[in-house]
């Protein structure tokens, strides 16, 4: 099944000029993206200034139904550059979304313990109890970062998840901020329901450095782009796009997709600014941000349809499949539209936006 927009009224050019702008909302991970940077650097508002499109990202409100659209993708005029399992979830649900292209980020992820634990290596978690994040909802993102992390962590430990007990931690709902469950954890590391947690980039080395935590492995960002064993630690994160949208006005969103594919040139261009950017995002200090991400911000902000990344999509949604996260029936194929990435930007003729249900 896929969701069709339906025909929009024919506008005069005149009309045209007088139609009031279109909400677009904008989403993106609270770490290292694209759409991230081109957000703070003003690029988005800048590239549409004379279009009647209007900008408008997911965090500027907190009402329950945006919060949810942003989710399970059912939000109008949503573009969502975000975790790549929650993109397969929402799609399975109700075919919205079009994926446009795939990032990697490569940072940081600490296995911590208490201060006066007796866990001070990968091999000492044999046989402990290891904090894993459940969020409210049908769907918990934080759930599936935290459990393929942790199994590409015990099979290059040399040990599988039966050697180990996970305990569950009750988080909030998927919106709220990492730093919260993240928080959440610590608190169950630190009272001693957990012996062992996980933390992720820079808002993980603060935290961790904070409660005063022992760490035990820290997993750099070069250790992870450099071991295929360690898959399961890169956040795998898609560019998506609401499907009826993209129908409506595929040449906006090539010259969308334009602007985002910049961000690595400019992050490696300029990389003392997309280093303040990328803290001021994170909420976290400079220092952080550079021992999160070492040399890797550019190719991190990198995006695109390679078949090595498509892979690693195909290979997530096995991994889901196989827990039944996501339908069986769930397949790629359609789900793709990765060729607006190399598309010719339209001429710039008419400013009129298809409105779109």
Known sequence: MSVRPSASPTVSPSASSQMPSQLVWYARCPTLTAMGLLAHRGVLQREFRRDPVNFVSVRE??????????????????????????????????????????????????????????????????????ALPREAGSFSPARVRSLRAWESILDVSGLKPADVTFYNIVAG????????????????????????????????????????????????????????????????????IDYPFLEANEAVVSRLVKALSGAADWARSFPKQALSHIAEEGKVELDDAVHAYGDFIPESTALGAEDARLAD???LLDWLKQRQAVTERLDLSDWNRSDVLIAKEAPQTSKRLNAVA
């Open 61 to 130: 409100t907190s009402l329950p139904s945006v919060r949810q659209g942003y989710l399970d993708h059912s939000l109008a005029n949503l573009v969502r550059e975000g975790d790549a399992a929650t993109a397969l979830w929402s799609y399975g649900l109700n075919e919205r979304s079009r994926l446009l292209a795939v990032g990697h980020t490569w940072h940081t992820v600490l296995v911590v313990a208490p201060a006066r634990s007796p866990v001070s290596g990968l091999q000492d978690l044999k046989g402990r109890t290891l």
């Open 173 to 240: 709902h998927p919106s709220t901020p990492f730093g919260d469950i993240a928080r959440r954890e610590i608190e169950a590391v630190l009272g001693g329901q957990a012996d062992a947690g996980l933390l992720f980039g820079a808002k993980g080395i603060e935290l961790a450095r904070t409660a005063g935590l022992k760490i035990v492995h820290a997993f750099e960002a070069a250790d992870i782009r450099g071991d295929a064993r360690l898959k399961g630690l890169v956040e795998l994160r898609t560019l998506t």
């Open 313 to 315: 999509i195909k290979d």
